[in-house]
């Protein structure tokens, strides 16, 4: 798991669709893994990383797996979004 987003910017090709309200409905996943077709079973796959709605990432794999893999995203997002934090409010504090 390498990112989250709630729509594909490249949709919005006219600037008034940029003022319209945010559909937060549609979460997806920037996914990197090994990707193969279910109508060809003999397809080897090929590693790629793609942007995946939630609904697709539940019909190909177990709802506890995809939980932990979230989970642990979610995690290291936190933890870095944390540090980051933490990092801005000690130089503010060392400039004033």
């Known amino acids: 798991m390498l990112g989250a987003r709630f729509c594909d910017p490249s949709a919005f090709t006219d600037p008034a669709e940029l003022r319209e309200p945010l559909e937060t409905s549609a979460l997806e996943y920037l996914v990197e893994g090994e990707f193969r077709r ?46 980051k934090l933490s990092a801005a409010q000690s130089a503010a504090r060392i400039v004033r």
């Open 38 to 83: 279910d109508d060809r079973p003999a397809d080897q796959g090929f590693f790629s990383k793609r942007w995946m709605s939630m609904d697709r990432l539940l019909e190909a794999q177990p709802v506890a797996q995809l939980d932990e893999v979230i989970c642990a995203f979610e995690s290291a997002l936190e933890q870095l979004r944390e540090a």
